[in-house]
């Protein structure tokens, strides 16, 4: 998460409590991301924004503006099925099922409403996507046509630890040159991180919009490019105020045993 200004960023840090991450991730993490043929093809999904290398704490989530799936082509709104559910110290967030009936590879997405962050003097709006895959291997990079967008270079399921996801950060369909790139994994209580920088990796686009990391742990793990938007907002006091616009993607590795 980056500060408008240098002012936001001292009050950023007065208001955070010691060892705070200051980066902000909009989770979409589904049961599965490859479902197999046999058996229960019920997808759960989780929408939670939060500082998920500090497994929290949990921003609230006002109702969402989109939430949907792209497979085949096809968008298919989402948005009734979300339920809100209460996490961390009684902040909203939601989930949602969906049962794939066809082989595909579904994208997942969500636009979250504008959050506001006082400590920043903005409003922050992640849009994330997940692929699930479902017996196809096609449709993976199909672009869900987000303002702010990653378009994986790599196949973002089926990923052992240790291998590497690239992507190109696009901003209405074009790519950011030099975009900054913050990665997280998403703890499971395992991992303590030494100090502060270890909690979120800050990674760099090249001219040409494109990144690359490679995932040294089994899990989740979350990138988040992050823009300007090129429009203010309001904030809940009714003044316009700059917007953070986030592309995430969400890629799940696993050990190889």
Same mark, same amino acid.
């Given at each position: 998460?980056?500060?408008?200004?240098?002012?936001?960023?001292?009050?950023?840090?007065?208001?955070?409590?010691?060892?705070? +991450?200051? +980066?902000?991730?909009?989770?979409?993490?589904?049961?599965?991301?490859?479902?197999?043929?046999?058996?229960?093809?019920?997808?759960?999904?989780?929408?939670?924004?939060?500082?998920?290398?500090?497994?929290?704490?949990?921003?609230?989530?006002?109702?969402?503006?989109?939430?949907?799936?792209?497979?085949?082509? #096809?968008?298919?709104?989402?948005?009734?099925?979300?339920?809100?559910?209460?996490?961390?110290?009684?902040?909203?967030?939601?989930?949602?099922?969906? #049962?794939?009936?066809?082989?595909?590879?579904?994208?997942?997405?969500?636009?979250? +409403?504008?959050?506001?962050?006082?400590?920043?003097?903005?409003?922050?709006?992640?849009?994330?996507?997940?692929?699930?895959?479902?017996?196809?291997?096609?449709?993976?990079?199909?672009?869900?046509?987000?303002?702010?967008?990653?378009?994986?270079?790599?196949?973002?399921?089926?990923?052992?630890?240790?291998?590497?996801?690239?992507?190109?950060?696009?901003?209405?369909?074009?790519?950011?040159?030099? +975009?900054? $790139?913050?990665?997280? @994994?998403?703890?499971?209580?395992?991992?303590?991180?030494?100090?502060?920088?270890? $909690?979120?990796?800050?990674?760099?686009?090249?001219?040409?919009?494109?990144?690359?990391?490679?995932?040294?742990?089994?899990?989740? @793990?979350?990138?988040?490019?992050?823009?300007?938007?090129? #429009?203010?907002?309001?904030?809940?006091?009714?003044?316009?105020?700059?917007?953070?616009?986030?592309?995430?993607? @969400?890629?799940?590795?696993?050990?190889?045993?």
């Amino acid at each position: 998460m980056r500060f408008a200004h240098p002012l936001s960023a001292l009050l950023a840090a007065a208001m955070m409590i010691p060892g705070a +991450a200051l +980066a902000h991730f909009q989770e979409v993490i589904p049961s599965a991301d490859i479902v197999p043929e046999d058996g229960d093809r019920t997808v759960g999904l989780e929408l939670t924004f939060t500082h998920p290398m500090e497994m929290g704490p949990v921003m609230e989530m006002a109702p969402p503006v989109r939430f949907g799936v792209l497979a085949d082509g #096809k968008n298919h709104d989402l948005k009734s099925q979300l339920k809100a559910v209460k996490k961390g110290e009684g902040k909203t967030a939601y989930t949602a099922s969906y #049962k794939v009936d066809a082989p595909a590879d579904y994208v997942f997405y969500v636009e979250p +409403a504008p959050y506001w962050e006082p400590a920043e003097g903005k409003s922050i709006i992640h849009y994330a996507k997940v692929v699930v895959d479902f017996g196809s291997g096609e449709g993976w990079d199909k672009l869900v046509g987000l303002p702010v967008e990653i378009e994986p270079l790599v196949r973002p399921y089926g990923l052992w630890t240790g291998n590497a996801f690239s992507g190109i950060v696009r901003k209405n369909g074009k790519p950011v040159p030099f +975009a900054e $790139i913050e990665v997280e @994994w998403r703890n499971d209580g395992s991992v303590k991180a030494p100090s502060d920088p270890f $909690i979120t990796q800050v990674i760099k686009a090249d001219a040409a919009g494109r990144f690359s990391y490679v995932m040294p742990r089994a899990g989740w @793990w979350g990138f988040a490019a992050l823009v300007d938007g090129d #429009k203010p907002v309001k904030n809940p006091q009714g003044k316009m105020a700059p917007v953070e616009l986030g592309a995430l993607m @969400w890629v799940k590795t696993v050990d190889m045993k």
